[in-house]
């Protein structure tokens, strides 16, 4: 005669129960990854500070999962592309977003225009200490000449992860 074991019964279902929880994210692995992330992705980025990483709840953790966690930086969005590499938690991740110091930036760019140009100019990104931008996007300086005050515009893209600029003058 088949007896049934209360134990049994109740333990399978909730060993499945933690399988699944513990595959997908939300757990204790998600709150380790948002914190390795934080530390290893916000030390790519000194001196700027990366703030708390937030990776999706709904993330099922296996071998070539991809997914975007998102951040602040200078309290601005910031994003992190997440690829899991293998069964043991191994991952991999890029900046899909790039801060530029604007000071250093707009130094850059005056002479590297004022170079093509011919002349001294004066360049302004806005305000604020950083300009987080998402990396292949495009943004505005104004060039002033500072001989006379004439204004341009350039158009300003962010090439890549490490920070890499180009320009072009936008005529009237």
């Known amino acids: ?9 109740i333990a399978v279902p909730l060993i499945t129960i933690a399988a699944l929880i513990s595959a997908c994210g939300g757990g204790p692995d998600q709150t380790q990854l948002e914190r390795e992330l934080q530390d290893r992705a916000g030390s790519d980025i000194l001196p700027v500070e ?6 999706p709840e709904d993330v099922v953790m ?3 999962s991809v997914f975007i966690c998102a951040s602040e930086v200078a309290g601005q969005y910031y994003e992190l592309q997440v690829r899991i590499i293998d069964a043991q938690g191994q991952y991999g991740y890029v900046h899909k977003h790039h801060p530029l110091q604007l000071v250093n930036t707009e130094a850059l760019l005056a002479n590297e225009v004022a170079y093509g140009v011919g002349f001294d100019l004066m360049i ?3 305000d604020g ?3 987080v931008a998402p990396i292949g996007s495009t943004f505005n300086c ?7 005050g004439a204004q341009a ?3 300003v893209t962010l ?3 490490v920070g890499r600029l180009t320009w072009a003058l936008l005529r009237p």
């Open 50 to 55: 990366l703030g708390m990483v937030d990776c």
């Open 142 to 148: 104004v060039a002033t000449r500072v001989e006379g």
């Open 153 to 155: 515009n350039i158009e």
């Open 1 to 9: 005669m088949l007896q049934l074991n209360p134990q049994k019964l």
């Open 159 to 161: 090439r890549d992860e």
């Open 129 to 131: 200490e950083y300009l």
């Open 62 to 64: 296996t071998p070539e």
């Open 124 to 126: 302004d990104c806005g």
